[in-house]
């Protein structure tokens, strides 16, 4: 079965090499699709073989244990990357970078979705994350997602009010999303691009951009700041093995260099249980824990 596959099929990929913190043990099973086909085949070998399956896209918020992922991991960075304009608006594929649609557009005078400039991600990484910035969050543009149901069928939705939350995305459980049409808007390419480039400095001066993250540890509380409650609880800048809280941004943790999933957990343990105690407010994970 995984011999149908056209695309890439590992074994025992370490999957610090997948992601933006790098850090992650083995994927028992690591494939790199080449089209929709083979996301199905995929799916089908996981579900014969009873393995859970995790989907990884630029892996830009993953947090990946240190024993990696007893299953099989489907990475659709790169793999339906194909994006089409239309008018004000761009179909694009889940495995295409935010990035790159976001130059794309650009190029042709479309704009709108600045405030996602500086997110390093997937199309589909960010659907599932909700991802965005204080001034809006993919789900705000967005006019339909695909996506793949478990039974290898191809589905799509209209986002309603609801459908896209604070970095949350209900839609249905266990699909894979395959795409979106997101709007676009005419705008000046000399104002897109002011716009890109000044949003691209605040980032640079305001997060640990030469370090290996994976942004924001934490979601923001009501009305609060995450980064605030860690660094007023005292830990901006402590370390545990090569993992730190960014002395630049006490939301972010950074790997120094060798970090273990398991510095960053203990990391994280602290400035849960700090906060909790000074604060009594609970924070509540951004970055995805996967794997044993
Ligand atoms: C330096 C830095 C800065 C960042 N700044 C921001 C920011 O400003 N705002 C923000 O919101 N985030 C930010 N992030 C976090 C991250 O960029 C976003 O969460 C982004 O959306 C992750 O996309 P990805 O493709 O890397 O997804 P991944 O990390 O690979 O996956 C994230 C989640 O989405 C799921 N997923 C991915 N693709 C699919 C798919 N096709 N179908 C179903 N599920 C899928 C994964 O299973 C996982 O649960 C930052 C990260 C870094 C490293």
Redesign the pocket.
Known sequence: MLGDIRGEVRFKEPLGFH???RIGGPADVFIVPQDVDDIRKAVAFAEKERLPV?????????LVKDRGIRGVVIK??GCLARMEFHGEEVTVG??AS?AHVIREAAALGLGGIEPLV????????????????PDG??GDYVSAVY?LHPDGTIGDLKPLNGTFAY?AFQ?PPG????GARITLHRRPQKEILADIKARLKH?KST???ALA????VWKNPPADHAGRLVEKAGLKGKRIGAAEISAKHAN?IVNRGGATAADILALMDLALERVQTRFGIKLEP???I?GD
């Open positions: 992601t933006s913190l995790v989907i990884l896209g630029g892996g830009n918020n993953l659709l960075e889940a495995g935010l500086g997110i390093p991600a997937s199309i589909g990484g960010a659907l599932a994350m909700n991802a965005g910035t969050a993919i996506f970095r839609y699909a894979i999303l395959l980032k997060q640990p951009l993250s994976a942004g924001c972010f951004e970055i995805r996967v």
